[in-house]
């Protein structure tokens, strides 16, 4: 059959909710652009991926759990929640670990949106927030980021006056990287009621929960007694991204027991838990990741904005730059030097770029090309 066929017989049984999902964008495979413009090596900085790569210690766990792929990982990844447990300071039972923070993400709109459930998040935003509450019939209300690229605190405090099942967002902003901080995320949990769960995305939590400011959500939400799930990953900070390992902390046992009855059995590797457990205990690699993030963040925003750019606040490890024009076409000219960024396309924010901050050398290539092809 062909790929671009539809078979008239299963036309009619496809969900509708299905058939107008926006694509998620996953970036370009290195691969694929190296053959596309001839080139022997690319410079990647459109995923947010970790630029010092994976800590010693957790490479080696890997190798480890290596041979020992034959078996069925442990479905309930109980050394690595032990090991969670421990250091985010949260009740083990409280913990589920998923195949990246995604798919904890569809579990969470499985398990708490119906049809017609109204889903407050913000513009711009990580797709698979919309995505996969759109999956299961509900309505999402997207509140537009300031002019000033921050949290629009007031508006996203009057939208939760209404209905709303859910509110979904990250904290720091992906794709913008501002940070609501704990006096606004204060403010927000007040207004909520007791029946809308409460989703915060900290997968940029390693970068920022040092930057002034940044609220200690599962306080907050705790002391509020608001439902909650707080998702983090091993993929960015951590350099785990290809082993996919999330993870999340749910308010209570409850809500972990449910989204464990969603998820499949294994759904964590056996090599992805043994190198999760290792990586937490390399806190050297994770500080050097840290301090070099903050040091190129701050001297790459120096440049773009000396050289005319509006750059975002961020707290994460990427830039959300105003490329003062049509950011795919710049991006075009940047893949075919090599470069991949990754341009924003959805409605009122064509002209931006997210860009991962990378290796000292790696963001000295960007800022050249760029600024050439401005």
Request: aromatic share 8%; charged share 20%.
């Amino acid at each position: 059959m062909s790929q671009n066929k539809r078979p008239a017989t299963l036309e009619h049984t496809i969900r509708p909710e299905i058939r107008s999902l926006p694509a998620y964008n996953a970036g370009l495979p290195e691969a694929f652009v190296m053959e596309k413009y001839g080139l022997s090596a690319v410079t990647r900085l459109a995923s947010n991926e970790n630029p010092h790569g994976v800590s010693s210690k957790a490479l080696s766990a890997a190798q480890r759990a290596l041979p020992a792929c034959w078996k069925y990982s442990d479905p309930d990844a109980s050394t690595l929640r032990k090991s969670l447990s421990s250091h985010a300071h949260c009740p083990m039972d409280h913990i589920v670990v998923g195949n990246g923070s995604e798919e904890i993400i569809a579990l969470i709109c499985r398990l708490f949106l119906n049809p017609q459930d109204v889903v407050v998040t913000v513009d711009p935003s990580f797709i698979l927030h919309e995505i996969y509450a759109l999956e299961q019939g509900a309505t999402v209300s997207s509140i537009k980021m300031t002019p000033e690229m921050q949290f629009d605190e007031p508006a996203l405090t009057a939208s939760l006056r209404t209905s709303c099942r859910m509110l979904i967002f990250s904290n720091p902003s992906n794709p913008v990287g501002a940070m609501l901080d704990q006096d606004g995320f204060d403010r927000m949990v007040r207004s909520l009621s007791a029946d809308t769960v409460v989703v915060i995305d900290e997968a940029y939590y390693e970068y920022a929960v040092e930057t002034p400011g940044y609220p200690d959500s599962r306080r907050l939400l705790d002391d509020a007694g608001l439902p909650y799930i707080i998702l983090r990953t091993f993929s960015k900070a951590y350099g785990l991204a290809g082993l996919r390992v999330g993870y999340a902390l749910c308010a209570d046992a409850w809500i972990a027991q449910l989204l464990n009855k969603l998820r499949t059995p294994f759904n964590s590797n056996i090599v992805a838990q043994a190198a999760a457990v290792a990586a937490l205990e390399d806190g050297a690699f994770l500080e050097t990741t840290i301090a070099h993030n903050r040091k190129e963040r701050q001297r790459m925003r120096r440049v773009l904005t000396e050289n005319g750019f509006r750059v975002a606040d961020s707290a994460a490890n990427f830039l959300f730059i105003d490329c003062a024009a049509n950011s795919r076409s710049l991006a075009e000219h940047l893949l075919a030097d090599g470069v991949i960024v990754k341009p924003w396309t959805t409605p009122g924010f064509e002209n931006w770029m997210r860009v991962t901050i990378g290796s000292e050398d790696d963001n000295d290539r960007f800022l050249s090309l760029f600024l050439k092809n401005r």
